[in-house]
């Protein structure tokens, strides 16, 4: 394992979280790439339950990039919102997009995330999974409207007043956006006529992802018929009272195939570090027998004692990879245990910096290579400047071995402070870490 392939292994618990998170077709940057953000699913529903709704809201809407004509469903008792294939077939023709190539159905949880349920054009498998950003070409600040008070705040009667419906069936009057600051252009309409009354004490605002749906505001419902940003416009069109039932249960959650390609990493694994032990106990004896009998005569004795300090250094990485490994591949498990909620992400990041396996693995990985190079040098095949690279390669990997021993105390000092601290092990590990390497990485020897 060397500075390289040390990202491979703290890739795992990310190779299994974009098996288990399924993104959007708009990426978000990411000002932090080690602050994960403390999101986490604190839904009561399952990917394996059935879901009811009892509204459908025909609707339109439009930005510069899409255009459907479609519906969503609403539960008015919990809040779910849902979509299925009608949109999802609209969103792919005009997004390309393999998310919606295989969308069957998907609902919106109220903390933000959609439980999707798709079929695998490959295989017919039917798959779920919880999905971020999947509707992100939408206004952001949609996603951020989840209490009336929004409306209180940065919402006011403009005046303008209008019909919204397929036959003007919902008179409307219109809140202008205000206190937005840069936030550009935002207009909703509001309209007396609705179907149903909200009860705030159970919740006050039921809003779809396309700006539509009920507030209780100014001490009665509002139907919200619409609402119009810089680059957003949609309508509500006409609402039917249903009774539809989507069942959870006849998808598999993906975590039970992602748990299953954890336990064959895990076997794969134990299966190549016995044979590596298997290995390196013949090497030992062998290193040990030639010790004993070696010549005292030339270099034959260092040689012999290299050959036995190389086999126990290489017995202490693979204690240490296993060590390491292991925790990956629990922390995996318990990711995929928790239906890949961003805080369980962060929880399994962080769990890799309570130990200091992997710098140790480093220090150790050097000395191993200084012994090798010291090795060749003893010997008599080397001309002179295969003799200076060799040496030039000791001197370079002495200075690489000092600043992981600096890491080591840095980071052993951060476990005494902060110890009981978990994030802020992380995130000081993770600064020194980057502080100390990106010079080294850049110019390794400092040529």
């Given at each position: ?321 296993k060590t390491l490994e292991s925790k990956a591949i629990s922390k995996s498990k318990d990711f995929s245990k928790k239906q890949g909620s961003l805080e369980s992400a962060k929880e399994s990041m962080e769990a890799m910096f309570e130990g200091n396996e992997f710098v140790e693995i480093q220090k150790l990985e050097l000395k191993e290579s200084i012994l090798k190079d010291e090795k060749a040098l003893l010997g008599n095949s ?33 476990d005494r402070q902060y110890g009981a601290d978990p994030q802020q092990v992380f995130l000081k590990k993770m600064n020194v870490y980057n502080q100390e390497m990106t010079p080294v990485l850049t110019n390794p020897c400092g040529n």
């Open positions: 394992m060397n500075i390289v392939s040390l990202s491979l292994l703290f890739s795992l618990i990310f190779h299994f979280s974009q098996a288990q998170v399924s993104q959007g077709f708009k990426e978000k940057s990411d000002k932090d790439k080690f602050l994960i953000q403390e999101i986490s699913l604190k839904s009561p529903f399952t990917l394996d339950q059935e879901f009811f709704f009892n509204k459908k809201f025909y609707f339109t809407a439009k930005t510069s990039e899409v255009q459907v004509d479609s519906y969503f469903l609403m539960n008015t008792k919990n809040g779910l919102i849902a979509i299925d294939k009608d949109i999802a077939e609209q969103l792919k023709e005009q997004k390309g997009s393999a998310l919606f190539n295989e969308m069957d159905f998907s609902v919106r949880m109220e903390t933000g995330e959609f439980f999707t349920y798709s079929t695998r054009q490959r295989t017919g498998d039917k798959i779920s999974s919880i999905t971020r950003e999947m509707l992100s070409y939408l206004p952001d600040y949609l996603d951020e409207v989840s209490e009336p008070e929004f409306f209180k705040e940065y919402m006011e009667r403009d005046g303008n007043k209008t019909y919204v419906g397929d036959k003007s069936q919902f008179p409307s009057e219109s809140f202008q956006g205000v206190n937005l600051g840069e936030g550009g252009h935002m207009l909703a309409w509001f309209s007396k006529n609705t179907d149903f009354q909200i009860n705030p004490e159970n919740r006050a605002l039921i809003l779809s992802p396309f700006g539509i749906g009920y507030v209780f505001f100014e001490n009665r419902t509002y139907l919200v018929t619409g609402w119009e940003s810089d680059d957003f416009v949609s309508r509500l069109e006409k609402i039917e009272d249903v009774n539809i039932t989507f069942n959870g249960k006849d998808y598999t959650p993906i975590q039970q195939k992602i748990e299953e390609k954890i336990v064959e990493t895990g076997e794969k694994m134990d299966a190549a570090r016995a044979k590596e032990a298997d290995a390196l106990a013949r090497r030992e004896r062998e290193a040990q027998q030639r010790l004993a009998t070696a010549s005292s005569n030339g270099n034959d004795v260092r040689k012999a004692q290299i050959e036995v300090e190389i086999t126990e250094i290489k017995k202490q990485i693979l204690e240490k990879r080397l001309d002179s400047r295969e003799r200076d690279t060799k040496q030039k390669s000791i001197d370079c990997q002495k200075r690489l071995l000092a600043i992981f021993e600096g890491i080591y105390d840095k980071f052993t000092a951060i």
